[in-house]
């Protein structure tokens, strides 16, 4: 019972980590930089990395922002949420997890017949 308790909380630990806030920022239409420093509003600044899909796993938030460059020029781009959202890979970890769990236990109790693993 104890095992099972320890799982459940586990999982739902694993879960809320998911519920995070989602972090956005603004990528620019015309040089493809992309900007996380929040202004205000949909505004954003700061310095832009220049290959985000390498650095984060980009979603589309479907909305437009703006970019400010020394508070006088302004360069439109598209809202993108980042970082705390799992990239397709991380989908898999727990599955993994759970076979080399589950293919362990089995080589274990199998090895060892006559022990207290079961």
Do not use: W
């Amino acid at each position: 019972m104890r095992k099972y308790v320890v799982l459940l909380t586990a999982f739902f630990l694993f879960k809320l980590n998911y519920a995070e806030a989602q972090p956005y920022g603004c990528l620019s239409n015309s040089t493809g930089l992309f900007y996380t420093v929040h202004n205000s509003g949909t505004n954003y600044g700061g310095a832009g990395l220049a290959n985000p899909n390498a650095v984060y796993c980009l979603r589309p938030a479907s909305s437009t922002c703006t970019i400010t460059y020394l508070i006088l020029f302004n360069s439109p781009g598209t809202l993108y949420s980042f970082g705390a959202l799992p990239c397709p890979i991380d989908d898999y970890i727990p599955l993994l997890f759970i076979t080399l769990a589950g293919l362990t236990a089995y080589r274990l109790r199998h090895q060892f017949p006559n022990s207290t693993f079961k």
